[in-house]
């Protein structure tokens, strides 16, 4: 089971911390990925850590911006959001799978675990 949570309203340019906490011994077996979904669009990923934390994918759009880390012993992965946008308001999930981390991690179909979202909303 997995627990989104974080979100909040910001403004553009700052920054916004949302977090994933999995349930269960086996959460740090998982590769974790965040995708979000802004209204009238289809959800789309946004980045992804391996089960150790030593791999990341980001979309190109994130990348520079977001950062995304884990802490097994607290079953707890992180995204980190900097110089938010207003296209980055949506709601975001996270999920787990057993996948490797590279640019196939962005099919939502490889996951099997996710989250209930949690609303970010970022204004101009």
């Known amino acids: 089971q997995l627990q989104a949570s974080g979100g909040g309203l910001v403004q553009a340019g700052d920054s916004l911390r949302v977090s994933c906490v999995g349930s269960g011994r086996t959460f740090s077996d998982y590769a974790v990925g965040w995708f979000r979904q802004a209204p009238g669009k289809d959800r789309e990923f946004v980045a992804a850590i391996s089960y150790s934390g030593s791999s990341t994918y980001y979309i190109d759009s994130v990348k520079g911006r977001f950062t995304v880390t884990r802490d097994n012993d607290r079953n707890t992965v992180n995204l980190h959001m900097d110089n938010l946008k207003p296209e980055d308001t949506a709601v975001y999930y996270c999920?787990?799978?057993?996948?490797?981390?590279?640019?196939?991690?962005?099919?939502?179909?490889?996951?099997?675990?996710w989250g209930q979202g949690t609303l970010v909303t970022v204004s101009s």
């Open positions: 999920a787990a799978g057993l996948i490797v981390v590279s640019s196939t991690s962005v099919s939502s179909y490889k996951y099997d675990y």
